[in-house]
């Protein structure tokens, strides 16, 4: 990919940066939490960092493009699904989902439920359960919003006899409660939003955390309660809260604490409580109702108060909604958490971002690309530092720059960092830079095709074909 300028005046870039999703005088807030959405109904998934192609000399040949049409990166998306080798187990299906591969999920989920019907194993019902949540994750990874209504319509009612651990006794005898994966509940609750029911998807969310805080309260009060309950989540469950961090606080999901918060079965509600907590912020946001989101945030802080990661988002989200002496007092928060704790890496990454960010809500955009570069140096790879350099470089004027900013994030590790919003913002830096964009695009489009997942939204690269 051609990183050189082609002498295009100042001016025109100025009246083409309507196609760039830019913040006003606010930089784009951590990683997938205000993502931008394609349409109405289908939110943009909070995905890592993207990777680009390699820039040339101006004065190089111009390199071959490939002619490849969406329908041919498609067939090989597929074609690379059935070459993938995995164990056909709750393995197998880990591997798939890691690699983002749900396609291939959905179809080695249907070979292990004919196994299962063929053998003794269908008459275990946890182990169908995990299966049908692989299924529920697929489809709701694939915007197949439908197909998730069908699959917990199958499900049924989740409080009934027969998914609870009371009712097989022979198979789980030192086991009580409901074995429906608490993932199963949230994405029910969940799913209206995706139709376009916001309402309807907050009240559902709020009759799962009042649920989840009643299970809470309970054990707070009782904990020989929890006697004969899982204190751990499922196979899949555990995975995850593993791998995925959440847009708005990675340590409430995927920190080094994770392991203790499962230990025990109040830990665990607490963790279950949080998930809830962020997935109804999240709505507020993307709603623009930021007082409502904000108390929500106020109220996690009060449980987690020493959390550096949901300090830095809260501020993030004041930011965003135009409170900047607010998130300059949550930063400070950020700052002396870091240093009563000694964390070095909080120091190394939080602490510089975060001052970026303030710096480009006071239009001041030389110190926000020091601080920015400053992150890079540390963490090649962080794509919210890239995005909010390429976007200040943008500014400036440099869109040479600014190009190559974020294709070097992408470049890093392209199967971590392909995310729909910043091939987005790539594709339309393209269109400021030449008249060659579409044959850019097509660099792009072939790197989506070997490390995207499934439900990559193709129309983020803007081609017509």
């Not at 913040?23 to 680009?52: C, H, L, M, W, Y």
């Not at 192609?53 to 490849?68: D, F, G, R, W």
């Not at 709020?206 to 196979?235: F, H, I, M, N, W």
């Not at 004041?318 to 964390?343: C, D, R």
Request: net charge neutral; charged share 25%.
């Amino acid at each position: 990919v051609s990183t050189q300028s082609t002498g295009s005046s100042s001016k025109k870039t100025e009246d083409k940066q309507k196609k760039l999703k830019l913040p006003k005088n606010v930089p784009a807030i951590s990683k997938g939490t205000f993502s931008r959405q394609t349409d109405k109904k289908k939110k943009v998934p909070a995905q890592g960092p993207i990777e680009p192609a390699k820039p040339v000399e101006t004065e190089a040949p111009a390199p071959q493009i490939s002619t490849l049409s969406v329908q041919e990166i498609r067939d090989i998306q597929k074609q690379r699904e059935t070459l993938d080798q995995v164990s056909a187990d709750l393995d197998g299906l880990k591997i798939l989902m890691r690699r983002g591969s749900w396609k291939a999920v959905l179809k080695l989920v249907e070979n292990l439920l004919e196994q299962v019907q063929q053998s003794e194993a269908s008459k275990n019902p946890a182990d169908l359960l995990q299966f049908q949540l692989c299924r529920l994750l697929a489809y709701n990874r694939l915007n197949l919003h439908s197909k998730v209504q069908q699959e917990l319509d199958t499900i049924g009612n989740f409080d009934q006899p027969s998914y609870l651990y009371e009712t097989y006794p022979h198979l789980y005898p030192n086991l009580k409660g409901c074995m429906i994966p608490f993932t199963v509940r949230l994405i029910a609750a969940e799913l209206p939003g995706y139709l376009g029911n916001v309402t309807k998807a907050l009240d559902q969310l709020y009759s799962l955390l009042l649920y989840v805080r009643t299970r809470v309260a309970q054990l707070t009060k009782d904990p020989k309660s929890t006697e004969g309950e899982s204190a751990v989540e499922s196979e899949i469950e555990a995975e995850l809260i593993k791998d995925i961090k959440h847009p708005l606080s990675g340590s409430l999901l995927s920190s080094s604490s994770t392991s203790s918060l499962t230990e025990t079965a109040l830990e665990l509600w607490k963790l279950r409580e949080s998930r809830v907590t962020l997935s109804m912020i999240n709505y507020f946001i993307q709603q623009k109702e930021f007082l409502l989101g904000l108390q929500l945030f106020q109220e996690l802080l009060s449980r987690y108060p020493q959390d550096p990661y949901l300090y830095s988002s809260y501020g993030r989200t004041l930011l965003q909604a135009g409170n900047v002496q607010g998130a300059q007092e949550a930063f400070n928060q950020v700052e002396k958490i870091t240093q009563e704790q000694g964390g070095e890496k909080e120091k190394r990454l939080l602490l510089p971002l975060n001052a970026g960010l303030m710096r480009v809500a006071h239009n001041e955009w030389n110190r926000a690309i020091q601080y920015f570069s400053e992150v890079l140096s540390i963490d090649p790879g962080n794509v919210t530092a890239a995005n909010n350099k390429a976007i200040c470089h943008l500014h400036l004027m440099e869109l040479q720059n600014s190009i190559t900013t974020l294709e070097e994030v992408i470049k890093k590790d392209p199967e971590k960092n392909i995310n729909e919003t910043v091939v987005f913002n790539l594709c339309s830096l393209y269109e400021l830079y030449s008249d060659r964009s579409t044959e850019r695009k097509k660099n792009i489009l072939q790197l989506v095709a070997l490390h995207a997942s499934d439900n990559f939204d193709l129309n983020v690269l803007k081609l017509t074909k």
